[in-house]
């Protein structure tokens, strides 16, 4: 909203020193600045808010160290999240960019299957929560949402061939002159390959002529698959104090890079990359979302004083997915969201051996000692706070790595 009064200021009143508010750096700047004061400042607010609702974890007998200890400590601090996110963005991000829309719309509706899911578990006393299947549900109702507006809005184009960007400066100005066309297209980067642009379209090349126009047969279900995924992953995560927040900031801090070199004409040309109009606008809503997460770090860092509870950890998942889709680099999420990915798989390992050594020998045997993957290191005898830290660690390298796909291919 802030951006459009100056944008009024600057362009019709000419008001000086108004104009700043069209930089994308300047307004994502802001949006941190305010989301990390509001999740600090006011989310204790928040958390008094829900001790007095008595909003308290319920523990399961895991027999871990000092889980007992954790029971009655608030949950839903996921609201925390979404709040100072969404308030920077409505107040410095542009609301008409499709991108933005999306990005609200994934948050509102993440966030609201996660608050059921909590809910029925505090309120109602049923510790399963959601049914999985209504999750399921939302989780391929949104990614039909994200699939389809990507594919059919006119405003969601990229720029594959950008050629050479002739860019001199004269006296008063640097002229920029763009090579290749604005389109339509399903094309997405395959990371560490030369020409690295794929097209979903090509899969259907059998068909002859026209194949193009059916593309959405493929892209949709990829884009549901890639949503469901990373939200059951950042799911399966949040499981020790301060996991899934840390993680997140780290892969999303780097999402902003590629949100933000994609958007932009010069760099995109001088990396070699897919140039995607409008997408440098994300890294406002990237911004405020980075510093919700570390403000809510304020509180949740070991021993937690509130935890985000399914509202938080599927609404982070959701939030991360989509960005990686709209920039084109959801083929990098299994790297850049690698510890989503062994989390996720430890679990499926866990189970799937389980059943398979139950039904051939009798009964059932586990690879890890407990699943997911960091409660084996925690029945392992490793504090959390260590294993928490040394995730972060393997998170921040995953996370260059990624970035440095940009160059290395």
């Known amino acids: 909203m802030l951006y459009y009064l100056f944008d009024y200021f600057n362009k019709t009143l000419n008001i000086s020193g108004t104009g700043v508010f069209q930089y994308i750096t300047f307004r994502s700047a802001l949006a941190f600045i305010l989301s990390l004061l509001l999740s600090t400042i006011y989310g204790k607010r928040v958390i008094s808010f829900l001790q007095r609702q008595q909003v308290g974890e319920t523990v399961r007998e895991l027999g871990l160290a000092g889980q007992n200890e954790k029971a009655g400590t608030p949950t839903m601090g996921g609201l925390i999240i979404i709040f100072a996110t969404l308030i920077p963005v409505f107040l410095f991000a542009k609301l008409h960019n499709i991108y933005i829309v999306l990005l609200i719309v994934t948050t509102l509706w993440m966030g609201t299957i996660g608050f059921v899911d909590d809910y029925i578990k505090i309120f109602k006393k049923d510790k399963q929560g959601l049914k999985g299947i209504f999750k399921v549900f939302g989780q391929v109702g949104l990614g039909l949402i994200v699939g389809s507006v990507l594919y059919f809005n006119p405003q969601v184009t990229v720029r594959t061939d950008t050629g050479k960007t002739d860019i001199f400066k004269q006296t008063t100005e640097t002229v920029i002159t763009p090579a290749g066309v604005e389109e339509k297209s399903t094309a997405t980067t395959i990371p560490f390959f030369k020409n690295n642009e794929f097209d979903y379209a090509e899969v259907l090349s059998f068909m002859g002529d026209g194949y193009e126009k059916w593309a959405w047969i493929i ?3 990829v884009v549901i698959f890639i949503i469901t995924a990373v939200s059951n992953g950042a799911n399966l995560t949040d499981g020790i104090d301060g996991l899934a927040a840390g993680t997140s900031a780290i892969s ?7 949100t933000f070199v994609s958007g932009n004409i010069i760099f995109s040309n001088y990396l070699n990359i897919m140039y995607i109009p409008n997408s440098g606008e994300m890294t406002v809503f990237i911004a405020a979302f980075v510093g919700s997460l570390i403000g809510f770090l304020w509180y949740n860092s070991y021993p937690a004083s509130v935890f985000m509870g399914d509202t938080g950890s599927l609404t982070i998942g959701g939030i991360i997915a989509v960005l990686a889709i709209a920039v084109r680099k959801e083929l ?19 189970v799937s051996y389980f059943k398979y050594t139950k039904k051939r020998f009798g009964e059932g045997r586990r690879i890890f000692l407990m699943s997911p993957l960091h409660h084996h290191y925690q029945k392992k005898g490793y504090h959390e706070s260590k294993i ?9 390298m995953l996370a260059i790595l990624s970035i440095v796909t940009l160059k290395l291919r």
């Open 388 to 396: 928490v830290t040394r995730f972060w660690i393997v998170a921040i």
């Open 219 to 221: 892209f949709i279900p």
């Open 252 to 258: 999303v801090l780097a999402l902003a890079i590629f």
């Open 332 to 350: 990098l999420i299994p790297l850049l969201c690698g510890i989503f990915l062994v989390e996720n798989f430890s679990v499926v390992l866990q």
